[in-house]
């Protein structure tokens, strides 16, 4: 299948562990902010090259990025059609629907990537829109990655990532059928004053270390019965980035999902990054 397309390619074959590299944030926070810091990442082909060279399990990206991709690269990377954007001129939490099931198969991916935002005033309509969208990626045999990022009315910057709110969000996307789960990783911050009773009455084994708190996420997507990565974020030292990496792994997080860490710094530089991550991975707990 195509899940086991994504988890048996690259250096992290067969071990249930996945490093992705993501690159729509040229949609989501503008060209300049992303790739002007390694402008050499401006070229749709550099993250194909990127993603093949350090060995990772696959390469998500918007139908531009792939189809620029498509005619050089395919069949060399598992690709993630991420088909639902936003982008920082909008003042409103949603996204558009820019690429289907149709331009998946066509460009040869092995999955459909999907951001919903629960808490937004759009949240029902970005999960009936995945409905569809995974029900035809599913019948058509692709996998479904659902980025499950909190925002909206309810919510401020603390919340977004607070534990409790990252543990719903990831069991909604689990809900919503997602083979692969993408949140942030959690803070310890609880949010929810309806949430905060019962995290007293059953405290967060090891709430303090970040290992603790993915537990927790994981164990939010059916008891670990799902596969979930944690994002990376804006720029971190090489080192923050490997002991997020040792985090995840220690939490039983299934991998990491590298855009900015990785594309921003210059080739060799993410490449050292990115095996660093991976050995990580590789190792026993
Ligand atoms: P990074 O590793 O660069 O954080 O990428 C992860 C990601 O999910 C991207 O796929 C996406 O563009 C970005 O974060 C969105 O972040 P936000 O919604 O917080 O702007």
């Known amino acids: ?3 086991a397309r994504i988890l048996n390619s690259g250096k992290l074959a067969g071990t249930g562990k996945m490093v992705i590299l993501p690159v729509d944030q040229g949609f989501e926070h503008g060209p300049a ?19 093949i060279e350090a060995g990772l399990n696959a390469y998500a990206a918007p139908l531009g990025m792939i ?6 690269f395919a069949g060399t ?14 003042t409103t939490k949603d996204q558009a629907v820019t690429g289907t099931v149709a331009d998946a198969l066509r460009l040869g991916c092995s999955a459909i990537g999907f951001t919903i935002y629960p808490g937004s005033e759009y949240q029902f309509e970005m999960m009936e829109e995945l409905r569809e969208l995974a029900e035809e990626a599913k019948a058509a045999g692709l996998a479904v990655v659902v980025w499950s990022y909190p925002r909206g009315p309810m919510l401020d910057k603390v919340g977004e990532t607070a534990l409790d709110i990252c543990a719903y969000a990831a069991h909604m996307a689990a809900l919503t059928g997602a083979h692969i789960i993408k949140v942030k990783p959690p803070t310890e911050a609880i949010s ?8 007293e009455k059953f405290p967060v ?12 996420v994981v164990q939010a997507c059916f008891g670990g019965r799902r596969l979930v990565v944690f994002s990376g974020g804006e720029a971190g030292t090489h080192d923050a980035m490997v002991e997020m990496a040792r985090g995840i792994h220690a939490g039983g997080g299934n991998g990491s999902i590298v855009g900015r860490n990785s594309f921003q710094r210059s080739k060799p530089e993410a490449l050292k990054l990115l095996s660093a991550i991976i050995d990580v991975y590789k190792s026993p707990l």
Do not use: C, M, Q, W
Request: hydrophobic fraction near 40%.
């Open 1 to 3: 299948t195509n899940i």
């Open 33 to 51: 902010r992303s790739f002007a810091p390694n402008p050499a990442a401006y070229d749709p082909r550099y993250h194909f090259e990127l993603a």
């Open 67 to 72: 189809e620029a991709g498509a005619a050089s």
């Open 77 to 90: 990377v598992p690709t993630i059609l991420k088909v639902n954007s936003s982008n920082s001129l909008s």
């Open 192 to 199: 929810l004053d309806a949430a905060k009773k019962t995290y």
């Open 205 to 216: 084994p090891d709430i303090a270390t970040l290992a603790g708190r993915i537990r927790h």
